[in-house]
């Protein structure tokens, strides 16, 4: 006796697993641990994923015949949900007698089949632990300081965790609404080089958006790019470039924690809905190996001081101190343009300031990057008293000694 198969003949016949038996009255407990503590329940676009963490809940309160029928419906809906057709499996296989039991490991004795349920069974696992370990309550990722308001909202990738978390944007300040199950690089997190089959690591901005109809089945749904690699990320000598975040083909719900060539990759269905959610050269997408979750009120705190940095720098303009506002660069600093345009020269600039109206920053975004080097990425607008709308700066600065200087800044 067999389960069903997804598409392209992977196989998910499997033996009663010993992970099984421990990992549901868990999952039954993280339910309700997350409930209890007002956690954000988790939510997928097509509810899927909470239909299966379901499956699981109702084997480890001892209904095996009702996670049965639930599994056999969420395959039905979505057959090609390979980890919810092992789950299904797995239920079958407890009902098999001790010899067919035994044809269905021989099925399993190859190394391909051994390595295609290795990847499933993780699969399952990263999945489970995104539900037994719940971002708290009123809590943001440690780098999303203050994020601007033009950006509706902001994503956060937890690698350790194969997650992809939503944050709104508020005016009470991020709260979270969503999270994905998704893929990274085969080779893990922390790309330093093109072809290194690695996930980035750091602070980016969505750039495009790229629509299925111009792209491959391979790439799903369509495609968000971000800016990997970002001016940090060359200053330390990375290379690399195509990083999107994109969907799958169309045989395929999700793909191994680890199967990508560095993209970060997540169903057709979530994909479609973060699609939605982004704001092209706003959105910002944090990629850490581990997302460090802190109160709301303390990522408030941490901004203010970076934020009064960004001040000083301003007033220095506005009152003509070449040589202050020059000490907030670095000697090897780059000033970029866009679409062509080039920032002019320190002096040239500060002239120009002097003969117009006084210029205001607003929506002061900041967010912080610790690697080897404490990294702050500032974008804010610029608006001529009087005037309605300005262009957008973005600033790379770095904890120099006991200073913050300015490496890298461009438009946007």
Known sequence: MSAPRPARGARVVARPSERMGRAAPATAAAVAATAASGSMPMRGAD????????????????????????????????????????????????RLAPADRRLARQEL?????RSALGELRTEQQRRLQALRHRPPAGAVPSQLLAVPRASRYALAVDVSRSRLYVLRNTDQGLVQVQDFYVSIGKAGAGKQAEGDARTPLGVYHITSHLSPKGLRDF????????????????RAGRTGSGIWLHGVPPEQYARAPLATDG???????DLRQLIRMTDVGATVVVIAQQLDWVPAT??????????RQVLAWRDARAQGDLARWQAFYLPDAVRGGRLGRQFPGLQEEMARVRTQPPIELKDVSVLRW??????MVVSFGEVAQGARTGATRRQYWLLSGQHWKIFHEEWI
Request: aromatic residues 8%.
């Open 219 to 234: 790439y799903g749904a369509g495609a968000l790019p971000i800016n990997y690699p970002n001016p940090f990320d060359v």
């Open 263 to 269: 993209c970060v990759v997540l169903a057709d269905n």
């Open 109 to 113: 004795e190859g190394a391909e089949a």
């Open 370 to 375: 610790k690697d080897k080097q404490d990294l």
């Open 298 to 307: 303390q990522a408030a705190a941490q901004a203010e001081p970076l934020r």
């Open 47 to 94: 509810r899927a994923e909470a239909r299966l963490i379901e499956v699981y809940t109702l084997w480890g309160r001892g209904q095996p015949s009702q996670a049965l029928a639930k599994a056999r419906e969420l395959v039905r809906d979505h057959p090609n949900f390979q980890a919810a057709q092992l789950m299904y499996a797995d239920l079958l296989s407890v």
